[in-house]
């Protein structure tokens, strides 16, 4: 029997690709990793931070509800504190997190808007 090992990358549905793409560098530290365009025609820009990867995949017809996806932070007020000062849309106010093991005792989260209303949530 096989075993999954980790979840390979998060999609996106996005408006528009670049400002998404750039919203992701600018703010997260993401950088471009490989673009495609599938035979329908549909493009493509993958992302990497560290071993994540995230797809933006450019589609006008869907919009994006009930979903949401969680970046961890070594310094979680300095990026609170950074995405608040580049005026990126809070959703939810900083507030104590459970510990779901030790390392994250005492963390925090905070939950923020994507360009496309996908929410972002930090921890740390």
């Known amino acids: 029997m096989a075993n999954f090992l980790r979840i390979d990358h998060i999609a996106l549905h996005v408006r528009d690709l670049n400002t998404s793409r750039e919203f992701y560098k600018s703010h997260f530290g993401f950088s471009d990793y490989y673009k495609q365009v ?17 797809e933006l995949v450019g589609r006008h017809d869907l919009k994006i509800e009930g979903f949401h996806w969680c970046m961890e932070t070594d310094d979680f007020d300095a ?46």
């Open 79 to 124: 990026a609170v504190s950074q995405l608040e000062k580049n005026k990126v849309k809070l959703i939810q106010e900083p507030h104590p997190t459970d510990a779901r093991e030790p390392r994250e005792q005492g963390w925090k989260r905070a939950v923020f808007e994507g360009p496309d209303g996908e929410h972002v949530e930090i921890r740390g």
């Open 38 to 54: 599938t035979a329908s025609g549909i493009e493509i820009y993958y992302m990497k931070l560290g071993d994540t990867i995230l």
